[in-house]
């Protein structure tokens, strides 16, 4: 059974930090691309930072860079964002998602992936 479950989320002060995990099952991760996604109330779920299957191109939005990482652990099926200098407009519902071996990182996070997990709130606020 194919099965994507994030955790990890939470509420946060500004500034603060937090890491999200993702347990996959059913999966060969290393044969995926990965990829965290950010959705708020009214607006369309929008890729934040995406990973190449091997790791070796990751494509992270602008909002995030310098302040959020993507990554993996094969052997474990796992899938973490480290997320640092929170800010409110970090505030969404949080979304794993992972996609077949020939997608680009890029195009990942701005068409999205094939497999999602359920998401995980973040609210970042005092």
């Known amino acids: 059974q194919l099965q994507l479950v994030e955790s990890g989320g939470g509420l946060v002060q500004p500034g603060g930090s937090l890491r999200l995990s993702c347990k996959t099952s059913g999966f060969t991760l290393e044969l995926y691309s990965i990829g965290w996604f950010r959705q708020v109330p009214g607006k369309e779920r929008e890729g934040i930072v995406c990973?190449?299957?091997?790791?070796?191109?990751?494509h992270i939005g602008n909002s995030a860079k310098g302040r959020f990482t993507i990554s993996r652990d094969n052997a474990k099926k796992m899938v973490y964002l480290q997320m640092i200098s929170l800010r409110p407009e970090d505030t969404g519902t949080y979304y794993c998602?992972?996609?077949?071996?020939?997608?680009?990182?890029?195009?990942?996070?701005?068409?999205?992936?094939?497999?999602w997990g359920q998401g995980t709130q973040v609210t970042v606020g005092s």
């Open positions: 998602g992972l996609d077949h071996i020939d997608t680009d990182a890029e195009d990942m996070c701005q068409e999205g992936a094939r497999y």
């Open positions: 990973q190449s299957s091997r790791g070796d191109v990751t």
